[in-house]
């Protein structure tokens, strides 16, 4: 477990809106070395009693501070924008898949929660000159605060966007197509090639960016998102006020049915495809449901379960296992459901650990049993369900007493955690927004 700089765990709703201003920063802060009050160039290393610090549970005392041991993450850069960001996705690149070798590069989207409507931007980022952070603690447990350390380059551009982003999600197949959810209750499509080809050039001079596409059939606005990895162009989306909608490409447009599916008796908060079936989705709701449907039959799901106590939040589909999907929930807990045995409403594994609303939950794309999720409990956990318990609990240290034996990794040090991603073509690498900024981080043990 590896414990970031953090202020304390703030419990807030897992759709809350981000409206606190951040000015444009970049790079990562010091970790401290002030313990019991004293200064830096008083501090005793070998004095100091460490020890891991569990959000929730453990308190901070007064002239204690948190830090975090470098030599846990491979690689930690965080990066801030204008304003927080509630979404953010992996724009798909042709650098080539299993990249390892650094220094990295990597594209991405996020989408602003500011403070008026009309200062909301999308931005697309190549982050490049990612390197390695890991600091060996035999060799320099201690980092010098005059130590010069290189940081990522960060090429951005961006262009305005009406009302704060609730969703954004790039098409798998284009990732110059990135469709948003604004909070005006609209639905926009994007063709960003000309903003991508700026990125790998010095072209300043661009025209101005306009939709492709607007649907703004829905009566309220939604975070429900979802392309289809198996029909290039086609798009669900759904809303607040419980509504679906499919969307089909039509040569260089997009049709739209204007009868919605039904099922949902509240907020549809999260939408996935299958990944084998090109006619298959599930959603997730506030009305405490995870539902299967049939694309073709709109009038009522094919299969649903009372899957949490409270709304649920998030869900997604396992890419290598198809018969596995997890659900996160305001109860702060997040489930693993076998769709073999889908009319049972009994979920394969329930786990416990968070403590604030479940925000954001992926499985790897490539690891079939690992996963990541973030919380509102300022904490990003990853997640190996294929680990037993090897600790002898009887002789365990009570520190590690609650903490489940999949549980591989915490990252904390972000505030209001809202989106947790793989990156798809770098094995063990993260990417989580907040309203704190984005941190992009590879930890040691993945």
Same mark, same amino acid.
């Given at each position: 477990?590896?414990?970031?700089?953090?202020?304390?765990?703030?419990?807030?709703?897992?759709?809350?809106?981000?409206?606190?201003?951040?000015?444009?920063?970049?790079?990562?802060?010091?970790?401290?070395?002030?313990?019991?009050?004293?200064?830096?160039?008083?501090?005793?290393?070998?004095?100091?009693?460490?020890?891991?610090?569990?959000?929730?549970?453990?308190?901070?005392?007064?002239?204690?501070?948190?830090?975090?041991?470098?030599?846990?993450?491979?690689?930690?850069?965080?990066?801030?924008?204008?304003?927080?960001?509630?979404?953010?996705?992996?724009?798909?690149?042709?650098?080539?898949?299993?990249?390892?070798?650094?220094?990295?590069?990597?594209?991405?989207?996020?989408?602003?929660?500011?403070?008026?409507?009309?200062?909301?931007?999308?931005?697309?980022?190549?982050?490049?000159?990612?390197?390695?952070?890991?600091?060996?603690?035999?060799?320099?447990?201690?980092?010098?605060?005059?130590?010069?350390?290189?940081?990522?380059?960060?090429?951005?551009?961006?262009?305005k966007h009406d009302g704060g982003v609730n969703r954004i999600r790039a098409m798998p197949?284009?990732?110059?197509?990135?469709?948003?959810?604004?909070?005006?209750?609209?639905?926009?499509?994007?063709?960003?090639?000309?903003?991508?080809?700026?990125?790998?050039?010095?072209?300043?001079?661009?025209?101005?960016?306009?939709?492709?596409?607007?649907?703004?059939?829905?009566?309220?606005?939604?975070?429900?998102?979802?392309?289809?990895?198996?029909?290039?162009?086609?798009?669900?989306?759904?809303?607040?006020?419980?509504?679906?909608?499919?969307?089909?490409?039509?040569?260089?447009?997009?049709?739209?049915?204007?009868?919605?599916?039904?099922?949902?008796?509240?907020?549809?908060?999260?939408?996935?495809?299958?990944?084998?079936?090109?006619?298959?989705?599930a959603t997730c709701s506030a009305d405490k449901t995870l539902r299967i449907w049939d694309?073709?039959?709109?009038?009522?799901?094919?299969?649903?379960?009372?899957? $949490?106590?409270?709304?649920?939040?998030?869900?997604?589909?396992?890419?290598?296992?198809?018969?596995?999907?997890?659900?996160?929930?305001?109860?702060?807990?997040?489930?693993?459901?076998?769709?073999?045995?889908?009319?049972?409403?009994?979920?394969?594994? $329930?786990?416990?650990?968070?403590?604030?609303?479940?925000?954001?939950?992926?499985? $790897?794309?490539?690891?079939?049993?690992?996963?990541?999720?973030?919380?509102?409990?300022?904490?990003?956990?990853?997640?190996?369900?294929?680990?037993?318990?090897?600790?002898?609990?009887?002789?365990?240290?009570?520190?590690?007493?609650?903490?489940?034996?999949?549980?591989?990794?915490? $990252?904390?040090?972000?505030?209001?955690?809202?989106?947790?991603?793989?990156?798809?073509?770098?094995?063990?690498?993260?990417?989580?927004?907040?309203?704190?900024?984005?941190?992009?981080?590879?930890?040691?043990?993945?």
């Open positions: 477990l590896a414990d970031m700089h953090s202020s304390g765990r703030k419990g807030k709703k897992a759709k809350r809106k981000l409206n606190e201003e951040k000015s444009v920063t970049s790079g990562r802060s010091k970790a401290s070395r002030v313990l019991q009050g004293l200064p830096d160039n008083r501090m005793d290393e070998d004095k100091a009693e460490k020890s891991i610090w569990r959000a929730g549970v453990d308190p901070i005392e007064d002239g204690e501070q948190l830090d975090y041991d470098p030599s846990t993450y491979i690689a930690y850069h965080p990066l801030n924008v204008d304003w927080p960001c509630l979404s953010i996705d992996v724009l798909r690149d042709p650098l080539g898949f299993q990249r390892k070798k650094f220094p990295m590069q990597m594209y991405l989207t996020c989408g602003t929660q500011a403070a008026t409507s009309s200062q909301n931007k999308v931005y697309l980022m190549k982050v490049s000159n990612i390197h390695k952070t890991q600091i060996d603690p035999e060799k320099d447990d201690l980092m010098d605060e005059d130590d010069d350390e290189e940081e990522p380059d960060v090429n951005a551009k961006s262009f197949q284009a990732a110059n197509i990135i469709a948003t959810m604004s909070e005006t209750k609209n639905v926009h499509l994007w063709d960003t090639q000309h903003l991508l080809s700026a990125l790998d050039s010095s072209d300043d001079h661009l025209p101005n960016t306009k939709p492709l596409y607007t649907f703004s059939g829905h009566s309220m606005e939604g975070f429900a998102l979802d392309w289809s990895p198996t029909v290039p162009g086609r798009l669900l989306t759904g809303d607040c006020s419980k509504f679906i909608y499919l969307w089909e490409r039509k040569s260089s447009t997009w049709a739209i049915d204007k009868t919605p599916y039904i099922g949902h008796t509240a907020s549809v908060e999260d939408i996935q495809w299958s990944p084998v079936e090109k006619n298959v989705f694309a073709r039959t709109r009038k009522k799901s094919a299969l649903w379960v009372a899957a $949490h106590k409270a709304d649920v939040n998030v869900i997604s589909w396992n890419k290598l296992k198809p018969h596995l999907m997890l659900s996160g929930s305001d109860d702060c807990s997040f489930k693993v459901w076998d769709l073999r045995r889908f009319k049972s409403s009994t979920p394969a594994g $329930h786990f416990t650990y968070h403590r604030g609303p479940i925000t954001s939950i992926q499985w $790897h794309p490539t690891e079939e049993a690992m996963l990541a999720v973030a919380s509102d409990d300022d904490q990003v956990s990853i997640w190996d369900l294929a680990l037993e318990d090897d600790i002898d609990t009887k002789n365990a240290d009570n520190q590690f007493k609650d903490i489940p034996p999949q549980l591989l990794f915490v $990252h904390q040090g972000q505030q209001y955690v809202k989106e947790v991603r793989f990156h798809p073509q770098i094995p063990g690498m993260i990417i989580s927004t907040a309203q704190s900024g984005i941190n992009i981080f590879k930890p040691c043990n993945l």
